[in-house]
């Protein structure tokens, strides 16, 4: 069965560090891409960050490049979201998805249940 379980988020100052981790089931990881996606209340849902399954490309959005790094270890069938300088208008739900295949490229078919991420002012 696929299972995506996010862990690492909770309640943190401006200009705090958070990491967020997502475990995957050993199926689900060999040969997918990873990406985290955030859901801000009364906005829609916006694609934060992406790996692909070689670890060899990787996508951040506008939004968080520069604070926000994607990376993972296969060794432990875990997705990483390294958050740094966070602000205000990071705070959401966030949720980690896998897609089949090397690309992050595409729609995600697996998602987690997403873990709050909440940054006060």
């Known amino acids: 069965q696929v299972r995506l379980v996010e862990s690492g988020g909770g309640l943190v100052q401006t200009g705090g560090s958070l990491r967020l981790s997502c475990a995957v089931s050993r199926r689900t990881f060999n040969g997918n891409a990873m990406g985290w996606f955030r859901r801000a209340p009364g906005k829609e849902r916006e694609f934060v960050a992406a790996?692909?399954?070689?670890?060899?490309?990787?996508f951040h959005a506008d939004s968080v490049k520069g604070r926000f790094t994607i990376s993972k270890d296969n060794a432990k069938s875990t997705v990483y979201l390294q958050m740094n300088n966070l602000k205000p208008e990071d705070t959401a739900v966030y949720s980690c998805?896998?897609?089949?295949?090397?690309?992050?490229?595409?729609?995600?078919?697996?998602w987690g249940q997403g873990t709050q991420v909440t940054v006060s002012s």
């Open positions: 790996i692909s399954w070689s670890g060899d490309s990787t």
């Open positions: 998805a896998a897609r089949d295949g090397e690309s992050w490229r595409g729609l995600f078919e697996y």
